[in-house]
């Protein structure tokens, strides 16, 4: 059992920036792919960036490349999410989830309750 917990999310302009974290509980942490998702008002939850186990291998959508950043660190059990040069569309829920498979499309295991991220005009 994972159990995750999202931080670092707010209010902030556009063209700022934001650091989102995901701890999380467990001795297998280190095992998992981890991933972002966010979900935007009416929208539905959509695929934002993952990781490998060993963080080696990265993945993301395109609208978010050269954006954002993900990162992990093994020994804090921590996956990050950095958001540089954010815009008012990037304005949604943003989950962090764990999964067992080396695929970007999963499935994923767990999931976090997620961290509000608003970005004004």
């Known amino acids: 059992q994972v159990q995750l917990v999202e931080s670092g999310g707010g209010l902030v302009q556009a063209g700022g920036s934001l650091r989102l974290s995901c701890a999380a509980s467990?001795?297998?942490?280190?095992?998992?792919?981890m991933a972002w998702f966010r979900q935007a008002p009416g929208k539905e939850r959509e695929f934002v960036a993952a990781i490998n186990w060993s963080g080696g291998r990265t993945g993301g959508i395109d609208f978010v490349k050269g954006r954002f950043t993900i990162s992990r660190d093994n020994a804090k059990n921590t996956v990050y999410l950095q958001m540089n040069s954010l815009k008012p569309e990037d304005t949604a829920v943003y989950y962090c989830a764990a999964g067992s498979s080396s695929l970007w499309s999963g499935p994923y295991d767990y999931w976090g309750q997620g961290t509000q991220v608003t970005v004004s005009s």
């Open positions: 467990g001795r297998t942490f280190s095992t998992y792919t």
